[in-house]
């Protein structure tokens, strides 16, 4: 059997060769209803996604900068296909991180908010 190796990430259809990382959390935001009776159910709250990324930073700057991203306010999309299907989501970049540390190269790191929609 196959399996899926690296992961390709589209961010406004256009596709990321400099991730270094990349961990989506799907959020089906499930409200507990309690009863005297103890957990009687689940309302549906706003399904969202969280994409969390991490990329190296060329000498040429980054391809996708994340943080104008963060201070615009405009949507983005992103893309994950896995397998036969893709996560597909509209949404905002929320936070950006710029490091470094000894004997290693300069990171960007960032995170992305948006709709969580049935993959396809």
Do not use: C
Request: charged letters at 15%; a negative charge; proline letters at 7%.
């Amino acid at each position: 059997m196959a399996y899926v190796g690296q992961l390709i990430v589209l961010i406004d259809s256009v596709s990321q060769v400099e991730l270094t990382g990349v961990q989506a959390t799907a959020d089906g935001r499930k409200i507990p209803i309690n009863t005297k009776r103890g957990l009687t159910g689940f309302a549906q709250g706003a399904k969202n996604i969280r994409i969390t990324f991490d990329a190296a930073i060329p000498l040429s700057g980054p391809e996708f900068d994340p943080m104008e991203a963060v201070n615009q306010n405009a949507d983005h999309t992103v893309t994950i296909p896995y397998g036969p299907k893709s996560v597909f989501s509209v949404g905002q970049f929320t936070e950006a991180t710029l490091g470094s540390n000894t004997d290693d190269a300069a990171k960007l790191g960032f995170q992305f908010m948006g709709t969580f929609p049935a993959p396809k």
